[in-house]
């Protein structure tokens, strides 16, 4: 029998862009890289009258939140403290943007947003603990209890409303529709997704859509509400955003956005660094790295993003359809499966991963030296316990489908332990390869068409957290260090970066990869 284991934003470069790395940033991708497909019919309504700012008051639409299975009871109740102290000062309230989205479908979403017609400091006077953040678009943020609730004023974005997009929206009167939605419409109209651009107001019920978001859900697609070539460009920030959005939703994408991120995808490149963490970090923390993984491949942005991965998908012979060969994306959808929008997890527990599987690729490992290592990870360093569990373990390895685990050997006590403490050396080697520039850039070398990048967002801080995750494989037990007991995970700490929960969790991703459960006992 096998053991039961207790696991149970705007574009600014950050280096200098020279017209060699511009076009070598174009180039055609590799020849062995699948073209990309068309995903679905061209948007809905013609580029021209878009371009002109013109969305006929006909096409908006005023959608009945309980018809679509809405109920303020979904409402964070930290939210609705929110809205109900701005709505009694006598302030107009909406939800909007990708919590309105998810709702409609059923999701938690991982946050809710708050526009009202409240100034933000009427806003910073209603709420005792509340703070004004961000310059170029300035929000509130409200503290309620542990919670924040982000809280933005209609007259703050009109003020950095695009001017010279204004001068070409014609503001026609509509019979039936009120001055209330032509100023809800131009603040939609500043958004960059169809399926973002809906507002809600709870108190009646009301859905409004201005962009056609509706019927984008319906068909899983995402659109850019302006076209996409324009879009894209003028905040190429969007790119990173749709490529989350489609991949968290199992999303396809129109066929002009998907032009568009293809084309433009090098402009990534132009974001700093932190903007660069916090776009991967929403892809990889929140249950949907595997697919983001596989979007940011599609597109030709993670060579520019991870070329480290990305070499290694070309290497692998990356089938689009096959994860179950891939050890990479199966570590990541093991991870998945354990994280949600609203149970993240701490950024250092995907760099753990992916240095882990750098270590691997660079030395193949026995599966019996994957299992100590994890587990002596899990328990603070205490190898002899691990060693102990490992060998008790009759639950059958996935045999043949990694290249990353080696055939087993019959190890003998002290070779294990120094094949574990090698496989250290080699996790925390790859965690400095993932700080070092000139490495990076090396990483595609070998595929001269292949667009060159050398970006590193790893900072410094979240190194040495993923240094700390695996020191106590080589430093021995920790004094005082007590390990994980039981299966449930405690996602408040392990978005904090609780070293114990971020070690845990690791653990489960690694077994689940190496012993996974579908693998026949033969």
Request: glycine residues 6%; aromatic residues 10%.
């Amino acid at each position: 029998m096998a053991i039961s284991l207790a696991f149970g934003s705007s574009c600014h470069p950050h280096f200098r862009l020279n017209s060699s790395l511009l076009r070598r940033v174009s180039t055609v991708r590799l020849s062995s890289i699948a073209a990309i497909e068309t995903i679905d019919e061209p948007d809905g309504f013609s580029t021209d009258s878009v371009k002109k700012g013109i969305k006929m008051a006909s096409e908006w639409k005023r959608l009945s939140s309980k018809e679509l299975g809405i109920s303020n009871s979904m409402i964070s109740k930290s939210t609705r403290i929110v809205l109900n102290g701005l709505k009694r000062k006598g302030f107009d309230v909406y939800l909007v943007g990708g919590c309105v989205r998810d709702l409609i479908l059923k999701r938690t979403p991982k946050d809710f947003d708050v526009l009202t017609t409240a100034e933000l400091k009427e806003v910073m006077k209603t709420f005792s603990r509340c703070e004004i953040v961000g310059r170029r678009f300035p929000i509130c943020h409200v503290h309620v209890g542990d919670d924040i609730v982000e809280v933005s004023s209609f007259s703050t974005s009109a003020r950095n409303r695009n001017q010279s997009m204004e001068s070409d929206i014609a503001f026609e009167r509509h019979e039936g529709f009120e001055e209330k939605d032509y100023t809800r419409w131009r603040n939609c109209m500043q958004r960059d997704l169809t399926i973002n651009g809906l507002m809600f107001d709870p108190y009646v019920n009301t859905i409004y859509d201005y962009a056609g978001g509706i019927d984008d859900i319906r068909k899983a697609k995402v659109r850019t509400i302006h076209p996409a070539s324009f879009s894209l460009v003028e905040d190429c920030a969007r790119i990173l955003r749709a490529i989350r959005i489609a991949a968290r939703l199992g999303f396809g994408f129109s066929r002009d956005t998907a032009r568009a991120i293809k084309h433009l995808a090098h402009s990534v490149l132009l974001l700093d660094k932190g903007r660069h963490l916090m776009e991967v970090n929403y892809m990889l923390a929140y249950g949907s790295a595997e697919p983001s993984l596989r979007l940011l491949w599609r597109f030709g942005l993670l060579e520019l993003l991870l070329p480290i991965q990305a070499a290694y998908f070309v290497r692998d012979g990356f089938r689009r359809r096959d994860k179950k060969t891939n050890m990479l994306l199966s570590l990541f959808s093991n991870m998945d499966k354990l994280l949600a929008p609203d149970r993240p997890c701490h950024s250092s527990l995907w760099v753990a991963i992916l240095a882990f599987h750098m270590a691997l690729l660079d030395k193949p490992r026995d599966p019996l030296v994957v299992a100590v290592f994890s587990l002596a990870v899990h328990n603070g360093g205490d190898t002899e316990e691990a060693v102990s569990i490992a060998k008790r373990i009759s639950k059958p390895y996935a045999k043949g489908i990694y290249h990353e685990l080696s055939e087993p050997q019959d190890l003998d006590l002290k070779t294990l332990k120094k094949q574990v403490l090698d496989l250290g050396v080699f996790v925390n080697r790859a965690l400095s390869n993932m700080t070092d520039s000139y490495y990076v850039s090396q990483a595609m070398s070998s595929y001269p068409k292949a667009p060159y990048s050398d970006l590193v967002f790893v900072s410094l801080h979240l190194y040495l957290k993923g240094v700390k995750i695996f020191e106590c494989v080589n430093k021995g037990k920790e004094v005082g260090f007590v390990g994980k007991q039981g299966g449930n995970i405690d996602y408040e700490l392990l978005g904090m970066g609780s070293l114990q929960e971020v070690r845990h969790v690791f653990a489960r991703v690694v077994f689940d990869t190496v012993y996974p459960l579908d693998v026949g006992c033969g």
